[in-house]
DNA sequence: CTGAAAGCGCTTACAG
DNA sequence: CTGAAAGCGCTTACAG
C-alpha cells in the first residue's frame, strides 16, 4: 500500500493540503473543529510527515548530529546516550558520528555533510584545531577548551582538579602523581592542571615534574596500566595518582596491583568522570563528576536558541563538579 | 552564499542537470570527458548533494536507523561503533536509536518513523515480541532469538555456554551458580542456558536450580552485585559462578570480595562479551568472545541485500563463539 | 551518451 | 481562519 501524504488527509478530512500542514506543525489560527477533523483524518489514514518532503520545502532537518570521539570509552558513552534521549524529547533525531581523530572531528563539524543536519553538538579531543573556515550550521561544544567560535559547555575542570588535590593532601598525600592526557613530553596547560597546581599552592606543597606522566593516547584502561608501569619502572617515588579519568585509572589500579603496591595503602588513585564502573573496582574508585545532565541541558538548550535563529557571539556556560569519595584515597 | 546545487554545476559544466546526477550516482553511461568535466565543477562549485531533494525524488534516505537498548553497556557500545562505522564505510548514516523497553524497540522497528530509513538493525532485548505487523523497513537483527519474521545473526551462544561450562567442570569445578537474565523467578530456556546444561550433561554433573540466579534488569554492575549478595545470603554452597555477561559478572566480583570470598582459589567467576573491562578486573576475568566484527559485517551484508531488493524468506547465519581464559578461574 | 519534463511530499509567501 | 500556486533539489521514466 502506498505510503499516505499529506494530500490523502486533506481529502479525507475536506480541507486544504496546507490546513493540514497547519495542524502538523502546530501552529496556532486553525479553528478548534478544523483542528479536530484533521486529526481525525490523520489518525484514520496512518499518515506520518515525510521527512525528507518537509526537509526539502522548510530547509530544516529535524536532525542533529552528536560528535564524539568513540563510545567504547564510558563516558563518551553516557554522554551521548544523554545527548540523544535529551534531543528525541524535544522531537530532534540525534546522528551520532564517531570522530576517531582531529580529522573525523573537523570533517563531522565543518565538512560538506554538515548542511544535512540542523545544527551539531560535538565532544571534542583534548583540543580543537584552530580554523578559519565558519561551520555550515550551529555549533555547540559539550568539554574541551573553549574556542570563541561557537557556543561551549565548560564542565567544571578547574573546580574538580582543584576539589580532588585537596582532598589528597587532606587526607596526608604529599607526593601526588599525575596521569594526564596531552602531548607526550610536553607540559600539560590545562584547567584542570591549574586546578591541581593551584591547590598544591594552597597547601605549600610543591609540583615535581618528576611525577608527571604524559600521553596523547590515553583514554582506555590499557593507556592507563602503561602509564602506571611506567612510573613505577621510573623508581620516582609518590603516595597518590591523580589520573586524568576513570578508564586510566581503572588501568593504574591494575598495574599497582600487579606490582604489590598496596592502594590505598601505600598509594591513593582517584579518577575522573565518576562513571559507572569506578563503583566496581576494587578497590572502589574515588573521582569527580562532572556534572553530565546539566552540561548537556545546556548544550542542547544553546543549540536550539541557535537553530531558532539567535545569532549573539559565541557564549561560555559553566558548570561545576563535585568530588566522590571513595575507598581508593582512603586516609590511612 | 547560497547552497550551491545541481543546476549550478550542470551550468558550470555545461551539461544538463541529469548528466551531474548520473555523475554522482556514478553511473556508467557516461563518457569520460564528461565525467571529468563534472567532476571539476563539482569541485569548483563545492557542490554536495542535497539529501532531501534525492531522499524526495528516489525514496531512499541514505539511513539507517541501529537499534540498542542501552549504551551503558559497554557490549552495545561496542556493537553500535562497530556498525556505525561498517555503515559509513558503505556511505550509509547510521541513526542510533536507544530504545530502553520494549515498547521503545518495538515502536523502533516497526513504527511509523522508520519510513525515514532503508533499514533497521535491532540488537533486541532478551525477546523480541511476537506480533503480526510487518516492517515498513526492511530488518535485520543481531543477537537474541530469531524470529523467522526477518533476516538474523545469531551469535553463538550455545558454543559460548558450552564452552566456558567445560573450563570450568576441566579445572574442577563441580557447583556451577548462575547468574542469568529472563523472567524472575522462571527457569531459564535460552540458548545459553541450553549450551551450559549439555556441557554438565556431557560430564555427568546434575543442574541444580538452587544455584540459579534470574532476573530481568541484570545487565549493570550494580545487579551483579546484588545477585550475588543474594547468592550468598541464600546459603547456597557454590565454587563456580558463571554470569550471563561481564557487566554482571564485575559486580559479582566485587561482592565476593566485600564477603571474603576469593577469586579464584573458592570460588570461580566467568562472564560473556569479552569487553575490555574484563582484562582489567582484580582478578581478570575469564569471558566469552562474540566475534563482534564477523556478527557486524554480516549484519550489513544482508541488510544492503534487503535494501537492494532481495524479497527471499528470512535467514539465520550463525557465528561462533571464543572462550577467553583469564585469572578468574584459573585451577587452583 | 545526453536532454527536457514531470513529479517526489512537503511548506512558504501571497491572497482573500 | 483557509485556499491555490509555486517551488525546495533531486531522480525517474521517456525521448532522441
Redesign the interface.
Known sequence: MR?PTLADVAAVAGVSAKTVSNVMLGRNGVSEATRRAVLAAVEQC?Y?V????R??ASGR?GRVAVVVP???Q?YF??V??RL??ALDARGL??????AHDGAAEREAVLG??V??VDGVIVCPHVAFPPDDTAPARPVVQLGGVPTGRWDCVVMGEREGADAVTRHLLDTGRRRIALVWNGAPGVRPSDDRFAGHLAALAAYGVPHDPALVAVGSDWD???SG?EAMVGLLRSGASFDAALCINDAVA??A??AL?RHGVRVPEDVAVTGFDDT??S????P?LTSVSPRQGEMVEHAVAMLLERIAGHAGPARAVRTGADLVPRASSAAV
Open positions: 505510503r496512518g506520518e515525510n521527512l525528507a518532503g526537509g526539502l532537518t568513540n563510545i567504547y564510558p558513552a553516557e551521548a546516550e540523544i534521549l533525531t540525534a546522528m551520532l558520528q564517531i560538506g555533510r548542511r544535512d582506555r584502561r590499557a596500566y581503572a588501568g589500579l591494575r596491583h559507572d564502573e563503583g566496581f573496582t576494587v572502589s
